[in-house]
């Protein structure tokens, strides 16, 4: 009987947290799958960690994770391709900022597609199978929004709460099963220069909670296999996140509110 051929897939790969995520695995020894929008910068990450890691495969897939159809062609794309899948990172999400009635009402239906619908999607898919190896994972990528309600990225926040809720509430179901589920809950995450621009904006404290994405892949995929329920990286978000649960509501609105409008000027 062949050997399995065993793949950590990670969506959102070709950048930011996705891209990091994929090589701090591929430097642990995995094989990965890297699914993200059919670009360039997609076939240009898989082939350069092709080129750094030899003995181990890398394939990729360009998928739109908007379109409702994406997570049942990428189970399929691996079920036909043989790759068995022990370590599950959904990644893929879509991010704003601005007054809810300034986007149209498509993109917020494909951002909760992307951020949500499609998450829930994979996990569903993929579950079976994850079950019948004698240890798997799933990583599900949040934010640290998720633990408040915030003025100007309502609906992100929202997204990000449900998959903070989805996540804990799977792991309780799985907790007797060979599946660990982490949840991932990052601050500010210095992505691309429109994240850098923003981050400037928001002044000193936010920058307190920065990183980098090596750095919260690094911590993450290191609590991941510890099986820990949540990975907070760096010191400072999560004292904040302790701090959220003592300030009065109103002020926390008002905090945010004003920081988040920050951003509108």
């Known amino acids: 009987m062949a050997e399995q051929r065993i793949f950590t897939l990670v969506t959102g790969a070709s950048n930011g947290i996705g891209q990091a995520l994929a090589e701090d695995s591929a430097l642990r020894g995995d094989n990965v799958l890297l699914v993200a929008l059919p670009e360039p910068k997609l076939e240009e990450v898989t082939n350069a960690l092709k080129a750094q890691y030899p003995n181990q495969e890398f394939h990729c897939l360009g998928k739109d994770l908007m379109q409702k159809e994406a ?5 399929d794309w691996c079920r036909e391709k043989g790759f068995v899948i022990d370590k599950l990172m959904n990644n893929a999400g879509l991010g704003n900022s601005g007054a809810f009635d300034t986007k149209t009402s498509q993109f917020y239906y494909g951002q909760m597609q992307l951020n949500m619908v499609n998450l829930v999607m994979l996990t569903h898919l993929f579950l079976k199978d994850l079950k019948t190896l004698p240890q798997a994972y799933i990583l599900n990528v949040a934010s640290m929004a998720a633990f408040y309600d915030i003025p100007y990225k309502g609906i992100y926040s929202a997204s990000k709460r449900f998959v903070y809720s989805f996540s804990r509430s799977l792991r309780k179901e799985l907790e007797a099963s060979n599946v660990e589920v982490t949840v991932l809950c990052p601050a500010a995450v210095l992505t691309n220069p429109d994240v850098l621009a923003r981050n400037e904006q928001m002044g000193f404290f936010s920058k307190l909670t920065q990183a980098t994405p ?11 296999l510890k099986g820990k329920a949540v990975a907070i990286p760096k010191a400072v978000p999560r004292f904040y996140k302790a701090l959220g649960r003592i300030i009065p509501y109103n002020m926390k609105m008002n905090i945010l509110a004003k920081q988040f409008i920050k951003q509108q000027q």
């Not at 090596?214 to 991941?224: G, K, L, S």
Request: charged share 30%; hydrophobic share 30%; glycine share 0%.
């Open 71 to 75: 997570p049942q062609e990428i189970y």
């Open 214 to 224: 090596q750095e919260v892949a690094e911590y993450t995929i290191d609590r991941m």
